[in-house]
């Protein structure tokens, strides 16, 4: 047959055909079935599976425009991009990224491992599951992934050549426009705020000079600080978990920038998940109790990302300056300060722009609803404006509990 000699966007029934001729997964002459289950903004995502042999495939395709508005043009390097993080990851941190069977360039498209035995976290959370190893996990997952692809690691022109090969604008440019810069200057029109909050947001977002100096310097800060090579999209959407297993997926934002980016990223999503048991729980104790257990594991995991950074840094740094007494707790001090920053940066753009969660548009209350974005928000502002006091899990989880006391349930 040999038809995908050309890019063209695919179907389910193309899919299969895709599957049988390209991959050496499916026995000849097996039966095959496909379903389209992406439900993310940018790409398209087919499980493709036997009946008979249980043999199955995830077949991941870029498009070259995002599936949430057609004004977002994109690059189909961005599958390129995310089958060569994945292998590298699966390098740098085995057993918690999907293997990754195909890359094709011409179709622009990335054949993995099939996790169809995992939970969506997001959807795992906002039915009040509990994770007890996911801090141990993700935690790994991070220093791993991104203390080792620093120049204070890697050789200096390695690490050079690294940001060259995973450069990413246009995808860079959706985050610098949806998470930088429109919640705070709506200049193309293109949020969406929950209309009782509508005149609260004006206000407290944007009419704040003071926060709006600070977002400033954050988005230029995120432009031009080549530390460590991001997943750059790492929220509880983007992570496949069961009891005993964690594995991140959708790393297509991947490029080099502030490693904090995706420890805020973290962070403010496991809030979103603890603003959604607050308003959706009606029982006190089990309310009480979901909220404790998301709030031990935001605190555990600042602090164990510290004390897992520290103790890589001594094993893996080879940079000699990096070496000296203290710079390790220097260098850590800038991460925090970013990943405060960034999850106040996150928790506002879910809520204010576009690209919504569903922990938040699922809260049916219009008054639990307003409550809980107000919760996030005013926790986002002091996340952002006062980054650099932001040291331990303790302060991180000082700052929701204070801002939960403003607002009377």
């Known amino acids: 047959?040999?038809?995908?000699?050309?890019?063209?966007?695919?179907?389910?029934?193309?899919?299969?055909?895709?599957?049988?001729?390209?991959?050496?997964?499916?026995?000849?002459?097996?039966?095959?079935?496909?379903?389209?289950?992406?439900?993310?903004?940018?790409?398209?995502?087919?499980?493709?599976?036997?009946?008979?042999?249980?043999?199955?495939?995830?077949?991941k395709q870029a498009g070259d425009t995002a599936r949430?508005?057609?004004?977002?043009?994109?690059?189909?390097?961005?599958?390129?991009?995310?089958?060569?993080i994945l292998q590298l990851e699966g390098r740098l941190a085995p057993g918690f990224v999907p293997v990754v069977y195909k890359y094709d360039s011409i179709m622009n498209c990335c054949?993995?491992?099939d996790l169809s035995d995992h939970?969506?976290?997001?959807?795992?959370?906002?039915?009040?599951?509990?994770?007890?190893?996911?801090?141990?996990?993700i935690t790994t997952f991070m220093v791993n992934t991104l203390l080792l692809t620093t120049d204070v690691v890697l050789g200096h022109k390695e690490k050079k050549e690294a940001v060259k090969r995973f450069i990413n604008p246009e995808l860079c440019e959706i985050t610098e426009d949806l998470v930088y810069t429109e919640p705070y200057n709506d200049y193309r029109g293109r949020n969406i705020v929950f209309a009782p909050n509508l005149e609260w947001?004006?206000?407290?977002?944007?009419e704040d000079k003071e926060l709006l100096i600070e977002v400033s310097k954050l988005k230029f800060e995120f432009m031009n600080n080549a530390q460590a090579l991001l997943h750059g999209d790492l929220h509880t959407g983007s992570i496949f978990i069961t009891k005993d297993s964690t594995k991140i997926i959708d790393p297509e934002f991947a490029f080099y920038g502030p490693m904090g980016y995706d420890v805020g990223n973290v962070i403010a999503n496991l809030i979103f998940a603890w603003a959604?048991?607050?308003?959706?729980?009606?029982?006190k104790n089990k309310r009480e109790d979901y909220k404790k257990w998301l709030e031990t594991t935001i605190s555990e995991i600042i602090d164990m990302f510290k004390e897992k950074f520290i103790k890589s840094w001594k094993e893996n740094v080879t940079e000699v300056l990096a070496k000296e007494e203290g710079f390790d707790r220097w260098y850590l001090g800038t991460v925090l300060r970013d990943t405060s920053a960034v999850c106040g940066l996150e928790l506002n753009r879910r809520i204010v722009g576009m690209a919504k969660v569903k922990d938040i548009t699922s809260i049916e209350d219009e008054k639990s609803r307003m409550r809980a974005e107000r919760i996030c928000m005013t926790a986002a502002k002091h996340y952002i404006k006062d980054r650099e006091n932001h040291k331990s899990g303790a302060d991180f989880l000082k700052t929701l509990k204070d801002a939960e006391k403003k607002f009377e349930r």
């Open 1 to 59: 047959m040999l038809r995908f000699d050309k890019y063209f966007l695919m179907k389910p029934k193309d899919v299969i055909e895709y599957a049988k001729e390209k991959l050496s997964i499916f026995d000849e002459g097996c039966d095959l079935e496909c379903r389209e289950i992406g439900d993310g903004n940018l790409n398209y995502v087919f499980r493709v599976w036997d009946n008979n042999s249980k043999k199955s495939v995830i077949i």
């Open 111 to 113: 054949s993995m491992e």
């Open 68 to 84: 949430i508005s057609d004004d977002f043009k994109l690059s189909t390097d961005r599958n390129r991009i995310e089958a060569e």
């Open 201 to 206: 947001v004006k206000k407290e977002l944007y």
């Open 276 to 283: 959604n048991a607050d308003a959706t729980i009606e029982d």
């Open 119 to 137: 939970t969506i976290m997001r959807t795992a959370l906002i039915e009040k599951e509990k994770f007890p190893l996911f801090t141990d996990h």
